[in-house]
Every structure is written in C-alpha cells, then in structure tokens.
C-alpha cells in the first residue's frame, strides 16, 4: 500500500502487528499500533524535519488494536495520530480528527505543549476544528539497541535501604563542580562529583520525583511559572526531555539509561516516582493531548450518568480507568518496559489509593495489585505507595498488601509533633520509632513496610519546619491559599531568617533530632535532597511551581551546612553498621538469657531508669523517654543462615524545653554505656566518648537527643561502637 505525502512523496505501510502497542523499530523499519475502542479510522501522521506532515492510514485492526509496518522508518522519526470517531461528550467520546495526538506509547517525545486555544474544545454543539499541529509533543521513534556492558541492579535488601529523594533538575541545577551544559539533567545527575555526594553520605536509593514526560499546565505557564515537579504525566514510557543534555530527539533515552548505568555502578539503587493515577489532560475543560482523544471512555473515568464529567480521586481533574484491561495493560507495559529495558530498581506510586479504585471504593485486591502480585519481572522490584488520595475513603496508611511498602504519613507527624513539644504525643512517637507494627504486623508485614520520613518533596524542607511556624506561598501566585496550612512546624521563637544566636542554635539541634530520629528508626529511613546541607524554601510549603533557587539544592558551603553533612554521614553510618537500628522483624517483647537474668528485645524507661507504665504513657506532660535496644536479641539469621548479635544501645529524647535528668539502669542492661551522639553538642553532634556507669546520673539537654552504646555480651568491643557494617547481611 502507498500513501501521498504532503511533500509530494510516497510512504509504503505493510499490515505490521498489534502488539507490542507503541512505534517498535527492528532495525528495518518501524511498527506503529494503537489502541482506541471507538475508532472509526486512524490515521498515523509522521512528521519531517522541514515540517512536513505524511499522512499514512492504518490499514489493519485486531482487537481494537490499529497497526501498520513502515519499511525504512527509523529512530528519530517523530510521529503522531489522528483518530476519526465518534463526538459525542454525553456518551464519554470525544474523538476529534483536528487533533494531533500523542501516542500513550511513545518511547520518546519531541515539541511543548504551549497552551494554544487549537488544544482546547471551545465549540458547545461539535468538535473544534482547530488543528493542533505544532501546538503539542509528538512521539519520536527510538533505538532501542544500548550497551548495558556488566550492569547490574544493585538489589540491596529492604533493611539496608536508605532512600534519597531528588529531582533531577534541583539537585543538581546550581552545583559547582557539574558543568553547566549538564546541570539540571540526567548526566548532571550522573557526574562523577553528584554520585561522590550520594556515596560518601551513605544513601543506597535515589528517589527520583517524576521523569515520566510531563506537561507544563497552561494556568502555570501564563503566571511565568511551571510544573517544576513534574506529577503531570503524558508518557508513561518517554524519559522527560526537558532533563536531557542532548537535545536531539529521542536522545533522552540513551542518556536516562546511562545515568541508571552509573548510579548503579556506585552501588545506587534508582527508583522512580510515578503517576498513574491521572494524566496532564485534566477534565473537560483541558486539553486534548492524547488519551482523551484516542479513547476517552475506555481511559477515564467518568461520573456514573454524567459521563461528560470524569469522576476525580486526585484533584488534577481526571482519574484513569482501573478497570479497563487496556488501562491495565498500559500501566503494567510501562512498568516492565522501565525495569527491563531502562534497568530500574522500584518504583514510588503517587496517589496510589486511585490504583485501588475499581469502582468507587478503595479495594486493595483490585486487578492492578493482582497483576502486580503475579507478575515475575515487577513483583521483584521495590514498591512503595503513596498510601492516600483526595477521595472518599482515601487515606489507607497500613492497608496495602504485603509486598509493598508504604509512606508512612502517620511517622511524619508523630516526629514532628513529639519534637515541637505537643502534649499526648509520647506514645505514638514510641509506635513509630519501633517499625508501627500496629499498622503493618496484623497482615504480617514486617518493619520494611514503613518508609520514614520527616519531610519529602510536598511541604517543608527540614531547615524550614524549624524556622516557621506559617507556609509563605506567595511566590506561587495563589494568595498564599494553596498548600497545606497545618504543618506541624514550630519556628524556634522567630518566624523566618533571623540572627539570635539562641534561636539558631536551637533550630540546628532540633534539625539534628530530627535526621537522629529518623536514621535511628526501624523501618526504611527516606531523606529529602538538600535536608542533609540545610536547604530552604524561604517558608514555600508548596514549591510545585518554583524552577529557581527556591527549589534547586544550594551547594553553597558554609560551617553550619558541613557540621549538618558530617552529622547525616555519621548517622547513616551508624545505621549501616548495627542491625539492631534495621530489624527485619518486629520487636516481640522477648527476652534472651544474660548473665544476671533475661532482657527483652525493647524495654522503655522512665528517666528515672524505671520501665514505663500505661499511666505513664497516657500522661500528656510526659515528654522525655529512654528506649534500651537489645542487640542480644535479634532473632533473624543473616544471608548466611548466622546468627546476628549486635551491640545494644540506649536512646534518650528529652522533648521537654528544659534539661532532664536520666538515671542509668541497672547493670544487667549494661555495665557501662559510651556516650555515641548528643544533638546539644557543638560540632557535628558526636558523643564525646565519654563512659559512663550503670546507675549514673546523665543529663540531656533541652530538646535533645542522648545515644549510648555497649558491646554485645561476651565480646570485646575492638572495634569500637562504630563498626564496619557486614555486607553479608
């Protein structure tokens, strides 16, 4: 079959194959298909470099699958669709031949969407027939042949795992030693100098918010701003080009994979944020893109008799279709495409509740978790779930099933509050910091399944949460209205920059009790770039839409920043070094033998060395504990089938705002403790090493946090409390 071209040239189609979806190059030529229900015709549109549009109609459907095979069509070859259909909102269709379609398939993509009036429907009684060409992102044909040469995942166990959350431009937009042809981008990411930061801080896992292609939202862009963080995906399969160095399209993807290559390399796991839960589209009143014009019905989801509306759990305006197979199938293509052929560790789902919404309710054995659960390739990843949406029902912290892991947003806000000093918090901080086994043990899921944190990309950066008491969004454009307004922050006396002494030096210790706290829970520890360097947003609790030095990482040095650095790179340390800080197990209350009697695995502690009561707990003024952590008793064998001892440690937290005095317990716990890390000192907040006796008094400052350890029974600590971490477990 031959086609006209609008060049006055000829294009050739065969019949090609409905599957795999998406443009497929075999080193000859190129198959395109497409999925739409309610096509009546298709038309593929390949676009030259000049400008030139061929039309070339798709001349074969399978199962509602539109195919054809280009001879001599290769990588570089950009593309898009035309769907002929049915235009008819109050069924749910809205297929509209004007538009120029992105294919929800495409490898890569090439051209902005730039808020032009052709995107938009603004005809009542019928389609627009504005053309859009030249107003949106056409797919691009990739090669998919790369030199993996060894690669490997670095496949590190739950327990070990540190993540680091980051985006890619504000990472690394400002740093010195990256040039700046590759700042803000993929390679920036993987220059020897960003990679040297990740290693010698300790993190195991970098988080990457979105780099799924997104869009930037037209309301955005006519303020001078943009979707900076990206959760406005068109392409599910397409690496954001707006991250590449090289500009040539489809370049991107060879640049992604080498950066994956080479945080690997480092020992760096790579796990991507991603947004299935809706598309940059948004409702009726946005623009047509790709999916809405391909097949609304079958993508989204409609309100129930009203299908000119679509039904939103996310608040972006649309919400996809769980139940629909080829939604499914979509979702689980882009998943096994990013592990398979991009080498990707794991993945973090944002509003992942919406993925359990088959219908109306959150069910969390809907298909997508069935599928996930027997997949070979994407049960062997890490999982995480943003465990929440806007919806009815939305929030299902601890109600996911057992191979994932979830944010744990309860953590969050017991740190925080234990920290700011809010009554009746003590109990909840203790649940927390032991893995909330509250949460997960009833489905026999273990401490991996909480992902602590203190702050993450939406909200305060940790040097904010101490510095303010009130979100400053205006930046944004909003009238300070956007954002979350209860932040759980407390500013340490003065709101915003100051230069009291006192203030500042309170601001830093409890910067230092919170990274302490979090490194030391059980659970999976995930910190936000730059808390490390003492990063702020100037108050901004909400900097979706701030691509500038509001957002980007400040690699500025200065003594507070390295004392901050040096403290994180001694915790994570710490933690990598004593298993007793990453059980696999939940904490049971048993007790081991011990010259002297049995201790149990955990036992809490009054500061006057007497174990904690109910009553105890249920006082709302009690805001200082010590937790005893038995390194006698950790149960669970290492990777080799051994038994795992560990030294034991005493943590005290002093929350109060004035110094409290703790007695040592008695010498069955311990005949004498080597103070390891006090937040109230000067410096980098290690110990000073000093011994101290059972029974002895120790005071802890205000706010503070007090870390003692000893060596394990019956061994000679030759190595001292800080001891190389055994990489066989």
């Not at 090439?110 to 107003?135: F, M």
């Amino acid at each position: 079959m031959t086609v006209d071209r609008s060049d006055g040239g000829v294009a050739s189609v065969w019949r090609g194959h409905p599957y795999p979806l998406g443009a497929t190059f075999d080193g000859q030529g190129t198959n395109f298909a497409l999925f739409s229900e309610v096509a009546e015709r298709v038309d593929l549109i390949l676009v030259g470099d000049g400008g030139t549009h061929t039309r070339v109609p798709l001349p074969e459907v399978d199962g509602f699958v539109w195919h054809g095979y280009l001879p001599g069509v290769g990588p570089g070859r950009r593309y898009g669709y035309r769907v002929h259909g049915p235009w008819d909102p109050s069924a749910g269709h809205r297929c509209n031949p004007a538009k120029l379609l992105l294919d929800p398939y495409a490898r890569a993509t090439d051209g902005r969407v730039d808020n032009h009036p052709s995107l938009y429907e603004r005809t009542p009684g019928g389609p627009d027939p504005a053309d859009s060409a030249g107003h949106t992102m056409l797919g691009v044909v990739t090669d998919p042949f790369f030199d993996w040469g060894d690669d490997r995942p670095p496949r590190r166990p739950y327990a070990e795992t540190v993540v680091y959350e980051a985006h890619v431009r504000g990472l690394t937009r400002t740093h010195p030693a990256v040039p700046a042809e590759l700042r803000g981008t993929y390679a920036g990411l993987a220059h020897p100098a960003v990679v040297d930061h990740l290693t010698s801080l300790g993190v195991t896992a970098v988080e990457l918010m979105p780099v799924h292609q997104f869009v930037h939202d037209g309301a955005l862009l006519d303020r001078g701003l943009s979707n900076y963080w990206g959760y406005n995906t068109i392409g599910y399969f397409a690496p954001h080009d707006g991250y590449a160095a090289q500009r040539t399209p489809g370049r991107q993807v060879a640049e992604f994979k080498a950066m994956v290559k080479t945080l690997h390399a480092a020992g760096l796991e790579v796990i991507l944020d991603v947004v299935y839960n809706h598309t940059a589209e948004g409702n009726e009143h946005g623009p047509t893109l790709s999916f809405r014009g391909i097949d609304n019905a079958s993508y989204y989801r409609l309100v129930d008799g009203d299908w000119q509306h679509y039904y939103d759990t996310t608040g972006t305006g649309n919400s996809l279709l769980m139940r629909h197979p080829y939604v499914l199938q979509l979702i689980m293509d882009s998943l096994r495409y990013w592990v398979t052929e991009m080498h990707v560790d794991g993945f973090r789902f944002d509003l992942a509740a919406t993925l359990a919404r088959q219908f109306h309710e959150v069910d969390r054995l809907s298909a997508f978790f069935d599928l996930i659960q027997q997949d070979p390739v994407i049960s062997g990843v890490k999982l995480i779930a943003e465990p929440w949406d806007v919806g009815e029902g939305g929030y299902q912290v601890g109600n996911f099933p057992p191979l994932w892991s979830e944010w744990n947003g309860r953590y969050r806000d017991a740190v925080r509050d234990f920290w700011r000093g809010t009554e009746h918090t003590l109990g909840e901080f203790a649940s927390r910091l032991t893995g909330s086994s509250d949460l997960y043990e009833h489905s026999r899921r273990r401490p991996r399944a909480s992902v602590n944190f203190v702050t993450a990309h939406d909200g305060f950066t940790l040097r904010d949460l101490v510095s303010y008491d009130d979100k400053h969004n205006h930046a944004n454009g909003e009238d300070n209205r956007d954002g979350e307004t209860h932040n759980r922050s407390w500013n340490c006396g003065t709101e915003g920059p100051t230069t009291d002494p006192e203030v500042l030096l309170l601001r830093e210790r409890q910067h230092k009790n919170f990274l302490a706290t979090l490194l030391l829970s059980q659970g999976i520890p995930m910190l936000c770039h730059g808390d490390e360097l003492g990063r702020t947003q100037r108050g901004n609790n909400n900097a979706y839409c701030q691509d500038n030095e509001t957002s980007w990482v400040d690699w500025t040095s200065t003594e507070e920043r390295r004392r901050l650095l040096e403290f994180t790179r001694r915790l994570i340390a710490l933690r990598a070094a004593h298993p007793v800080f990453r059980r696999r197990r939940h904490f049971r209350g048993e007790s081991v033998p011990r010259a002297g009697g049995p201790l149990a695995d955990l036992v809490w502690l009054r500061p006057d060395a007497r174990e904690m009561s109910d009553a105890d707990w249920q006082r709302g003024d009690a805001r200082a504990v010590a937790a005893f952590l038995n390194g006698d008793a950790i149960t669970e064998p290492d990777a080799r089938g051994r038994p795992v001892v560990d030294d034991s440690f005493l943590l005290l937290f002093n929350g109060h705002w004035e110094p409290v005095e703790f007695r040592l317990p008695d010498p069955l716990y311990g005949e004498c403790w080597t103070a390891l890390l006090d937040t109230a000192a000067d410096g980098d907040g290690a110990g000073d090493g000093s011994e101290h006796k059972a029974g002895a008094s120790l005071t802890v400052e205000a706010r503070g946090l007090t870390l003692l350890g000893r060596p394990t029974s019956g061994r000679a600590d030759t190595e001292g409390p800080f001891r190389r971490p055994d990489r066989s477990r």
